[in-house]
């Protein structure tokens, strides 16, 4: 395990146990499914506990037309010859390194069919165009992530999915564990992160309003990225916040009103 002090290790906030549960998770080979809203630090504390364990890391975006053969592989023509072509998936089986599937329900359903061997005792990895079985290492770990708020019944994860993974629940930091990410990542000073912060979460406790999700920590980071490089506050604010929050143009000023309060 690499020493935490290490300055390239990828900052992460613990907010619990959540380190302690994916260290688990990885000694034992099981696979781990992180659930939680957009922007709340999901994919940074993946590739922060990959570099912690000392781990190569293959993050897939997950979209509606990714296939298990993107995940596995495929051939290609390469000067003039057919040549078998690892993918993601493939790749970290064969290095016993950490797949990540970020969004994993807006995948095809044939991806989970793919994954379901690699998610119980076998923890293979069947290639049934070049003929190989391959079992995956003890250093092999299988991440998955998906916003349970955006499901539908078109895209749902099916139980028999979900539980063939342990889980982690992630959700917005307090104000004690966002104002020191937000500091650190844009450089802002403690009372304008707070300020930032504290919209954050004024945002999140909105009801009424056509907002999908809250505002998320990141949009909160790119806020004060803007800010402490010298634009105006109402103007990060705009850009940074409202205008991705929503379209609506009644929604959007309810949010400049509530900025307002806050910033006086």
Known sequence: MRDLTTPDLPFYQPAADECAVFETAHTNGLPLLLKGPTGCG????????????GLPLHTVACH??????????????????TVWVDGPLTRAVREGG?????EVV????????????LTDDR???????TGEELAAPKSFMLVASYNP???????????????RFISIGFDFPSPEVEVPVVMRESGL???????LVRLGGKIRTLSGMDLEEGVSTRL??????????????????EAAIIAPLSDEPDTQQALRDLAAVIYG
């Open 149 to 163: 708020g955006y499901q539908n019944v078109l895209k749902k994860l099916k139980p028999s999915t979900r539980q």
């Open 98 to 102: 950490i797949c990540y599937l970020d």
């Open 220 to 237: 909160l980071i790119y806020a004060a990225t803007m800010i402490a490089g010298g634009m105006a506050v109402d103007r990060a604010l």
């Open 42 to 53: 999901k994919t940074r504390f993946v590739e922060h506990m990959a570099a912690r364990l």
């Open 189 to 195: 000073d403690e009372a304008r992160a707070t300020a």
């Open 123 to 129: 923890r293979r990895l069947v290639i049934d165009r």
């Open 64 to 81: 509606d037309d990714l296939s298990a053969a993107d995940l596995i592989g495929r051939y290609l023509l390469k000067g003039g010859e």
């Open 106 to 117: 807006e995948a095809r359903k044939d991806v989970t069919v793919v994954l379901h061997p």
